[in-house]
């Protein structure tokens, strides 16, 4: 039930990632840095903001109980958006309260399955799936584990073939999947812990500026284009697939959704030719240029900080053009105009201008960042205005 990838791609981290690495080992390595040795002379608010909530997880674990009235004293350009770590730091002090708690009630009697000790029940909602927070005593790392049963009739999130596939595939941007094995009568599946946030939570804080959704969603573009170079692709790609760790680095979970298709169909470069394709090539088309469509809705959330329902992510995961969507400037006018041509490109589908394959998207996406020409062409007013002209009944 094993399959390893040799693949090992690591893009580079940019300068606000290592720094916050570097914030972070120092801490762990009881330095005490301070933040204004690493925010420099410009002070950038979202390298702040990070460098912020890293202090307050640390600090919390230590067992302190800083206010952030604290940090207003000390930045006062970020008081706004002390407002929305507020939340954060309310629900960081809860889990960890919660896990002292259940790490008290069980440090006497840990459970232990084979070479993972689990030490917290994270979920258990579902009578015949249960997920733990584990620890790995051979490989020293925290997992997630997950305990199925074997007469469980799996469904989307518990499909275990899908997991077999992407066994031993080491992406930064896609869950590790570390093993997958039958301890009784229960199926055992271990992944990376991610210690974080849900996307979807991110967006609903309103915590994205500009750049960083760009730069998630660069990220997230790679992980997918590794995904589709090896024959899989997302039944349906929504915002519940992502998840944030701390660093603010994504990461594509929910891997019980993939599809794995026989045709290489990674870029659709030549849509009309391989449309002719039989069932087979024409359900790949249909699955690739459907996560790239539902990236594209994934982008829109992100700058506007508005949620789509279940519908239109239906939509965009069948591989149809989405049009429902208001343009991002008309909703927040301080996003980028570059970073709204990207977006609308990515929503038109690749048999209609849109982005023809996840690397496309992901090379746009870093081009913007750093400050370069892009592919994507902006839409004009008046281009618009004739648009729905043309749409409309004679």
């Known amino acids: 039930m094993r399959s390893v990838v040799t693949d090992n791609p690591a893009p580079e981290e940019n300068a606000q990632t290592r720094l916050c690495s570097d914030f972070e080992n120092r801490i762990r390595e009881g330095r005490q840095p301070r933040i204004e040795d690493f925010i420099g002379q410009d002070r950038d608010s979202l390298l702040l903001a990070r460098l912020l909530m890293i202090e307050l997880r640390y600090r919390y674990l230590q067992g302190e109980d800083p206010s952030l009235s604290e940090y207003a004293g ?3 350009e970020i008081a706004g958006l002390l407002k929305r770590i507020s939340r954060y730091s309310s629900e960081l002090k809860r889990n960890i309260k919660k896990a002292r708690e259940v790490h008290r009630d069980r440090q006497n009697r840990i459970v232990r399955i084979g070479q993972y000790d689990l030490l917290a029940e994270v979920e258990s909602n579902r009578e015949n799936v249960t997920v733990w927070r584990g620890w790995d005593r051979e490989q020293k790392r925290a997992v997630a584990v997950r305990l199925i049963s074997s007469d469980y009739q799996a469904s989307s999130s518990e499909n275990l073939e899908c997991y077999e596939w992407v066994l031993g595939f080491r992406h930064p941007h896609i869950l590790k999947v570390y093993d997958l094995t039958l301890h009784g009568e229960e199926n055992l599946l271990a992944t990376e812990y991610i210690d974080g946030m849900s996307l979807k939570s991110a967006v609903e804080y309103g915590i994205f500026e500009a750049y960083q959704a760009a730069k998630v969603c660069e990220q997230l573009a790679d992980g997918l284009h590794f995904l589709h170079e090896r024959g ?6 929504g915002i519940s697939n992502v998840q944030l760790d ?3 680095q994504a990461k594509l979970v929910d891997l019980g959704s993939l599809t794995k298709f026989k045709t290489p169909c990674f870029d659709l470069e030549a849509f009309p030719t391989r449309s002719r394709w039989g069932s087979q090539g024409g359900d790949a088309i ?16 992100m700058v506007t900080g508005n949620l789509v329902g279940d519908a239109l992510e239906l939509h965009a995961a069948a591989g149809k053009r989405v049009e429902a969507l208001r343009p991002p400037r008309s909703l927040q006018s301080r996003i980028p105009f570059d970073l709204e041509a990207i977006c609308l490109k ?3 589908g690749a048999d209609n201008g849109g982005y023809t394959s996840g690397q496309a998207m992901a090379d746009d996406l870093r081009r913007f960042r750093n400050a370069l020409p892009i592919s994507a062409k902006r839409i004009s007013p008046f281009f618009r205005i004739w648009k729905r002209l043309t749409l409309l009944p004679n």
């Open 286 to 301: 249909r699955l690739v240029q459907g996560n790239l469509i539902s990236l594209g809705v994934l982008l829109h959330q």
């Open 74 to 76: 000390r930045f006062p």
């Open 246 to 248: 701390v660093r603010g």
């Open 346 to 348: 990515a929503l038109r």
């Open 232 to 237: 899989l692709a997302f039944a349906r790609l």
